[in-house]
Nanobody, 118 residues
Framework: QVQLVESGGGLVQAGGSLRLSCAAS????????MAWFRQAPGKEREFVAA????????YYADSVKGRFTISRDNAKITMHLQMNSLEPEDTAVYYC???????????WGQGTQVTVSS
């Protein structure tokens, strides 16, 4: 099994920045791609950004492209999401996701709240 713990959420004014982190533990050697998702009140969980197992390939939702940067440190088994130019529409609970390599088995963190005030 894999355990994921997010940190770094908080309250920030519009235009500000936050850096989210996701620390993995357990059988981390089975982790492949990782991603961030978010869920705003009353809305479905949506994709934010993803990164390949090697860290060389990244993907972003159109709504965050150019503002957010995803990265991972495979030595420390951590993933980060640098969020700049935050907007009130970015307010949500942000979830860390990891996929077991070569499978569709997903692991999720408990989420961290990000609130952007206007």
């Amino acid at each position: 099994q894999v355990q994921l713990v997010e940190s770094g959420g908080g309250l920030v004014q519009a235009g500000g920045s936050l850096r989210l982190s996701c620390a993995a533990s357990g059988r981390t050697f089975i982790i492949g791609p990782m991603a961030w998702f978010r869920q705003a009140p009353g809305k479905e969980r949506e994709f934010v950004a993803a990164i390949s197992g090697s860290g060389r390939t990244t993907y972003y939702a159109d709504s965050v492209k150019g503002r957010f940067t995803i990265s991972r440190d495979n030595a420390k088994i951590t993933m980060h999401l640098q969020m700049n130019s935050l907007e009130p529409e970015d307010t949500a609970v942000y979830y860390c996701n990891a996929r077991r390599e070569y499978t569709n088995v997903n692991y999720w963190g408990q989420g961290t709240q990000v609130t952007v005030s206007s």
